[in-house]
């Protein structure tokens, strides 16, 4: 008897179709792909009490020429001025590149664009040159009340680029993409803001043929969106890259940011410590295009060392004791890692299966040690910099881990991790192809708040049935670290699940966690500020963007909650 061939859906393996909708919204480049694995695939159909026959046919998928009913609102004059000030070929009014630039990457655009659905855009899009053309910009939208916003790599996960208001666009990674200078004595690179993640790494780790300097070095700064993001947009956002835990957040890296705003210019020092009052340069870091563009940035950099890599990975029993091992591990004052990341059990288990490593007889060989499926919690990191130093960092978080008896699993788990770690998010589009869509959300917590946190989202999130919830911690420091959800469901409509999404965040204020730790604001989270802020802190932010934005032109319709109507803010009990 034949044994029956395994149904496979049908992934989607070609680019879209040119200027069609999907190739706004498709994830990484136009030829690029990662499917679910079939391990994946049997799991999702289980979860959702699904057969093969709901994957024969895809959804709306978005292959349509992109085509807009909207002209654009300004007028051929200012459209000329515009031209002037570029130059013919750096200005698009064409539908879609006012569509493409309009859009980031937040799972509520990409499905408003599968529907054909276009609800914010642009008038024109501006490839500035340089700096000076930003400012003849702002300069000219600021007499003309035209609204301005920017476009760095387009991967906003907040609808931080929408341009609620039309005006237009500055694409930031057209022209002002390089960068300037390296200072080898001071360990820094003064860069523009258009420069993409990919790029800067290079240029790092090639220093001494681009540069002429005696090492190499490396940016510290890698999130999940490095392929598809710009230097410019980290700092705006306040990212956070997977290496944080060593190398610091977005935050701590930038050490000086020119700025252009409606009320002057202004380049802050790159001293490391001032003692002249509150720094503006720590204001404009999240700003998020809301006071100012950010032109030019001086960042930190850091020797490049892979050689001296350490990697390591472990087993906890429960989510308790890893979470227990890591706030030793990050107040020991040894050292710390740079990759560090905890999975909870249910996390732990499906990343399991997704590889392929949940057979009977890993898990018989798991219990010899007491640990036991959805229970157990994975651990993965790497050590960097000076060789003796990620020895013995390595040495002492593996001292720790084995005192709350973890299993030490090598550094295999770190590598395979390390081959995909930029890629797992291309499955999004092969799974809302029929119906199915995974979502994110992130907060910061402290060490003595964090199972109040965890418990609170993730019943919350669960309470809804068919849902998936994996949660890890990635981005640690002494006094706590941030908590980062992913869900994965089939909803029953927009409605449901835009209600639903609501009401985790209200449960993430309500215990006791930020908004966001490394996501940003944007114009998706406004609505929630000033509950989690405050009456007072939102009124200095306010303050500020009355000063350097009187005429609100400067990305305007929600960001930052500065201009959301009072019927709007979401009111936390």
């Known amino acids: 008897m034949l044994k029956k061939k395994k149904f496979i859906p049908n992934w989607t393996e070609t680019p879209p179709p040119e200027k069609s909708y999907r190739s706004i919204f498709k994830l990484g480049k136009q030829n690029e792909f990662k499917h679910p694995s079939y391990a994946w695939y049997k799991m999702m159909k289980k979860e959702f009490g699904l057969s093969d026959e709901d994957f024969r046919i895809k959804q709306k998928e978005g292959n349509e020429a992109v085509t807009l009913n909207k002209k654009s609102g300004l007028s051929k004059e200012q459209i000329e001025k515009f031209s002037e000030i570029v130059g013919k070929n750096n200005i698009s009014t064409d539908d879609y590149a006012r569509v493409k630039f309009s859009h980031g990457a937040m799972l509520f655009e990409v499905l408003d664009l599968r529907e054909n659905k276009v609800s914010f855009v642009s008038d024109v899009v501006v490839h500035p040159r340089d700096k000076n053309d930003v400012k003849k910009i702002v300069k000219y939208c600021d007499e003309e009340k035209i609204p301005i916003y920017v476009y760095g790599g387009g991967s906003s996960a907040t609808k931080g680029l ?277 979502d994110t959300v992130e907060a910061s917590v402290t060490w003595d708040n964090l199972h109040n946190l965890y418990q609170g989202v993730r019943s919350y999130i669960k309470n809804r049935p068919g849902t998936v919830c994996m949660t890890h911690a990635s981005h640690f420091y002494s006094n706590g670290t941030n908590l980062y959800f992913i869900f994965i469901l089939k909803p029953e409509s927009m409605e449901e699940y835009t209600e639903f999404y609501k009401g985790i965040i209200d449960v993430m204020i309500e215990h006791g966690g930020s908004i966001s730790h490394h996501h940003g604001m944007g114009k998706l989270f406004g609505p929630w500020m000033e509950a989690h802020l405050g009456k007072e802190q939102m009124g200095v932010l306010k303050a500020l963007k009355s000063h350097f934005d009187p005429n609100n032109i400067m990305n305007p319709g929600g960001t930052l909650g500065l201009d959301i109507p009072d019927d709007e803010k979401r009111v936390i009990k």
């Open 162 to 438: 929408t341009p609620a208001k039309g005006g237009v666009t500055l694409v930031m990674n057209t022209h002002m993409n390089k960068v300037l200078k390296l200072n080898e004595e001071n360990h820094t690179a003064v860069v523009q803001p258009g420069l993409m993640g990919p790029d800067y790494e290079e240029a790092l780790n090639r220093a001494p043929e681009r540069f002429h300097a005696k090492r190499r070095y490396t940016c510290g700064h890698f999130p999940q969106s490095f392929e598809l993001s710009s230097v410019g947009g980290w700092v705006v956002t306040l990212g956070s890259g997977q290496a944080s835990t060593y190398y610091g957040d977005a935050y701590h890296i930038v050490l000086a940011q020119e700025y252009v705003t409606p009320a002057g210019d202004f380049k802050t020092y790159e001293f490391s410590g001032t003692a002249t009052g509150p720094k503006v340069n720590d204001i404009m870091k999240g700003s998020e295009g809301a006071y100012g563009i950010l032109v030019e940035l001086t960042m930190r950099i850091f020797r490049y060392q892979p050689e001296n890599r350490k990697r390591f990975a472990f087993m906890f029993p429960t989510w308790e004791a890893a979470v227990s091992a890591s706030r030793e591990i990050m107040q020991g004052e040894f050292g710390l890692p740079a990759v560090y990341r905890i999975s909870d059990p249910e996390e732990t288990q499906r990343g399991l299966k997704l590889f392929g490593a949940d057979k009977s007889y890993i898990n018989k060989f798991f219990s010899m040690f007491g640990l036991n499926p959805m229970e157990q919690c994975l651990c993965i990191g790497t050590v960097e910099g000076e060789k003796g130093y990620a020895g013995h960092v390595k040495k002492m978080i593996r001292k720790i881990a084995k005192s709350y008896g973890a299993v030490y699993l090598t550094g295999a788990p770190v590598r395979k991790w390390e081959k995909t770690r930029y890629k797992e998010p291309l499955m999004r589009d092969d799974w809302m192809d029929y119906g199915i869509i995974a």
